[in-house]
């Protein structure tokens, strides 16, 4: 649905708002640069209304123009996404927390933030070796579980353009990097609801992940550890834990 239809669609709204912040997430989806007439294409809305959105998101500090003319997140977004993250990771704690107290290992929300996965909350496991992911850690999304999870209900079409952005680089022997291949795999993960890393970030670490179901944001949670510890029962196990903690935490944020 285009930023002009949504604003129709919506009683007692108030349109500039909801153009200008669908702007924004268009921006985002994108890589968080692009320029006017790409904006009008993706949004719907008129060049006029575009250059005026704008105009007026730069002067706030939302926005900035590159030298090439287009257009880049500004840092004003840094203090919103600073205090976002913060909710995001206190309402998901506690189900964090049931995800470690049920199957012993690492559990991580992570979100699609531009074309990377930041890592918003974690809840360690209570093993003396265990996973561990800094909150805040910006990763590519191809050679993780959260990324492919949530790369897995996007339109492939966008898969591919965030894809081409950011290349598939190798960090093991086990990353994927054929583009063929990943979308295999991202056909699995949106066949089965659940997507796994085996050591395609790090070495000796498995992970299982499922995106959360209508969340306001494109989140994922997953669950983490040593490849000895993360066997196929426990697997088997945590997907269906995941996928219901995931609901219940995608109500909370809602």
């Known amino acids: ?56 998101l730069v002067d706030l500090g939302y926005l900035h123009q590159e030298p090439s003319r287009q257009y880049v997140l500004g840092p004003k977004l840094i203090k919103l996404g600073e205090s976002s993250a913060r909710m995001l990771s206190s309402q998901a704690r506690p189900h964090l927390t049931r995800l470690v107290d049920e199957l012993g290992e690492s559990a991580n929300m992570a979100m699609l933030d531009g074309d990377r996965i930041v890592y918003v909350a974690q809840v360690p496991s209570r093993h003396s070796m265990r996973m561990f992911t800094e909150v805040g850690r910006r990763v590519l999304p191809h050679c993780t579980a959260v990324g492919k999870a949530i790369l897995a209900g996007m339109p492939p079409d966008k898969v591919r353009d965030l894809l081409q952005r950011t290349g598939m680089p190798g960090y093991t022997d086990h990353t994927i990097t054929d583009p063929a291949e990943f979308a295999r795999q991202l056909e699995h993960a949106a066949r089965t ?33 040593p490849v000895g510890r993360m066997t196929e029962d426990l697997v088997d196990r945590a997907v269906p834990l995941l996928t219901t903690v995931g609901r219940a935490l995608s109500d909370d944020l809602r």
């Open 1 to 56: 649905m285009t930023a002009a239809n949504t604003s129709r669609g919506r009683s007692g709204s108030v349109q500039s708002i909801e153009r200008a912040f669908g702007l924004l997430e268009t921006m985002a989806d994108h890589g968080g640069m692009m320029g006017l007439s790409q904006l009008a294409t993706e949004s719907g809305l008129p060049l006029p209304t575009i250059h005026r959105l704008v105009r007026t």
């Open 193 to 225: 609801g659940y997507a796994m890393d085996e050591g395609e970030q790090e070495l000796g670490v498995r992970c299982v992940a499922v995106a959360l179901p209508e969340a306001p944001a494109r989140l994922a949670i997953s669950i983490s550890g």
